[in-house]
């Protein structure tokens, strides 16, 4: 029984052939100087290859989807315990979690999944660029050895590559297209309200309202590709450096979101935000679950329900919670309903949180909040640029290049557990 993947492989090879046909009937109506189709029969025939390339396309689509569902599944799935070891317990529920949950409209368009990579064959091959389906792209210009994509359904389509791959997302962290310096008003306090008595005077009061701004910087990520995967591409090739890609810019992303410096070049991410909450874990290892708690305690001070709370930290804090036991030498009870955040993707562990804080060096972090409150504004155009100055390994270089800032509309949302040892 084929896979998913080969069944999309098929269909769209299948899709390709259709495209072809049509295309052979407006080139033949091109070559004869005619405006319209000869006879009944060539209408029929392209009409008909019209409504099954229409159909094989939704059918891709869904296949697609749930082949990207069955990749995260692979790519996030805890790792087995080596044979003979005892497994660590995970009734807290700290393994990842598969799909996306996301508080954004965005959606991308499955024929320009994996045009970056698409783009980069063209410019190295000299071919037009092609999408997903085999029909030429014209908003893209890959020429001299750049290319900049500006047309806004595959910029959204990038976008939405990015954030199907982004753990963040789970968590309710938003991704969407802006411009530079693009303003968005927040609410930073609310009106009193007064009961009333007969005759008393209502108290004037307003809302502040402020403003979140985005001010995009720049990131860029240079791939090496072996010219042999470029000459000779399968189908597979483009998925394979689209992936690639994305998950190098994921990875920075991530790390910028929580460490972002505010300088050379970097956004600001949540440990450098004006507002965000923070408490010191004064015992260095963990113990028990008492951080966490402290932590909840400080969001449900700010209104943010225990629904809404996400958990992000590192490896070694989700090792340190996990063997946790009690006196009895029992796994610990796990508060929060830890099971819960994980069925819902909203406890994730990454290497991007750093196990490096501290004098020493041996210090980490626990990241919680309402991530729906977090913001990833990405600009464009988005560029590509070849280089070949691996030409003697041969290889090509390409730069790929974006704008993206990070921001939060309620900073107090979120809350940072440190100082604690690993």
């Given at each position: 029984m084929?896979?998913n993947q080969?069944?999309?492989?098929d269909?769209?090879h299948?899709m390709?052939?259709k495209?072809?046909?049509?295309?052979?009937i407006?080139?033949?109506?091109?070559?004869e100087?005619?405006?319209?189709?000869?006879?009944?029969?060539e209408?029929?025939?392209f009409?008909?290859?019209d409504?099954?390339?229409?159909?094989?396309?939704s059918e891709?689509?869904?296949?697609?989807?749930?082949v990207?569902?069955?990749?995260?599944g692979?790519?996030?799935?805890?790792p087995a315990?080596?044979?003979?070891a005892k497994a660590p317990?995970d009734?807290?529920g700290?393994?990842?979690?598969?799909g996306?949950?996301?508080?954004?409209?965005?959606t991308g368009?499955?024929?320009?999944?994996d045009?970056?990579?698409?783009?980069?064959?063209?410019?190295?091959s000299?071919?037009?660029v092609?999408?997903?389906f085999?029909?030429?792209v014209?908003?893209i210009?890959?020429s001299?050895?750049?290319a900049m994509?500006?047309?806004?359904?595959i910029q959204?389509?990038?976008i939405?590559?990015l954030?199907?791959?982004?753990?963040?997302?789970?968590?309710?962290a938003s991704?969407?297209?802006t411009?530079?310096?693009?303003?968005?008003p927040?609410?930073?306090a609310?009106?009193?309200v007064?009961?009333m008595t007969p005759?008393?005077?209502v108290?004037?009061s307003e809302p502040?309202?402020?403003?979140?701004?985005?001010?995009?910087?720049?990131?860029a990520?240079l791939?090496?590709v072996d010219?042999n995967?470029l000459?000779?591409?399968?189908p597979d090739?483009?998925?394979?450096?689209q992936?690639?890609?994305?998950?190098?810019i994921?990875?920075?992303?991530?790390?910028a979101a929580?460490?972002?410096t505010?300088?050379?070049?970097?956004p600001?991410?949540?440990d450098n935000?004006?507002?965000?909450?923070s408490?010191?874990?004064a015992?260095g290892?963990?113990?028990?679950?008492?951080?966490?708690?402290?932590?909840?305690k400080?969001?449900?001070k700010k209104?943010?329900s225990l629904n809404?709370?996400s958990?992000?930290?590192?490896?070694?804090?989700?090792e340190?919670?996990?063997i946790?036991?009690a006196t009895?030498d029992?796994?610990?009870?796990?508060?929060?309903?830890?099971?819960?955040m994980?069925?819902d993707?909203r406890?994730y562990?990454?290497?991007?949180v750093k196990?490096?804080?501290?004098t020493?060096?041996?210090q980490?972090?626990i990241y919680?909040?309402?991530?729906?409150?977090?913001a990833?504004?990405?600009?464009g155009p988005f560029?590509?640029?070849?280089?070949?100055?691996?030409?003697?390994?041969?290889?090509?270089?390409?730069?790929v290049?974006?704008?993206v800032?990070?921001q939060?509309?309620?900073?107090?949302?979120f809350?940072i557990i440190k100082?604690?040892?690993?």
């Open positions: 084929k896979s080969q069944r999309l492989i269909l769209k299948t390709r052939n495209i072809a046909d049509m295309r052979k407006t080139d033949q109506m091109k070559a100087g005619r405006g319209s189709f000869k006879d009944a029969k209408e029929k025939r009409n008909n290859l409504d099954e390339i229409e159909k094989m396309q891709a689509e869904k296949l697609q989807r749930i990207d569902s069955e990749a995260r692979a790519a996030f799935q805890a315990a080596p044979q003979g317990d009734s807290a700290f393994m990842d979690g598969n996306v949950r996301s508080q954004t409209n965005l368009d499955k024929r320009y999944g045009i970056v990579a698409r783009t980069m064959i063209a410019m190295k000299g071919n037009q092609r999408d997903s085999g029909a030429e014209r908003d210009t890959a001299s050895g750049s994509i500006q047309n806004p359904s959204n389509s990038i939405y590559s954030m199907s791959n982004n753990p963040l997302v789970k968590c309710g991704f969407f297209d411009t530079n310096h693009a303003v968005f927040k609410v930073q609310y009106p009193s007064t009961w005759g008393a005077e108290q004037a502040t309202i402020g403003a979140v701004k985005f001010d995009l910087k720049d990131i990520c791939v090496r010219n995967v000459y000779d591409s399968t090739a483009a998925s394979v450096i992936e690639t890609i994305n998950r190098a994921n990875q920075a992303l991530l790390e929580f460490a972002g505010g300088t050379n070049g970097q600001a991410g949540l935000m004006t507002g965000v909450q408490l010191s874990h015992n290892t963990i113990e028990n679950y008492g951080p966490l708690i402290a932590g909840a400080e969001l449900m209104n943010v809404d709370m958990v992000i930290l590192s490896p070694d804090v989700w340190a919670l996990t946790l036991k009895d029992q796994p610990l009870m796990k508060p929060l309903d830890l099971g819960k994980a069925a993707e406890l562990v990454t290497t991007a196990d490096n804080y501290g020493d060096g041996d980490s972090r919680m909040g309402d991530f729906s409150q977090l990833f504004g990405l600009g560029s590509l640029t070849l280089s070949e100055r691996y030409s003697t390994h041969l290889q090509t270089g390409f730069l290049h974006m704008r800032d990070i939060s509309y309620m900073a107090d949302n809350v100082d604690i040892t690993v």
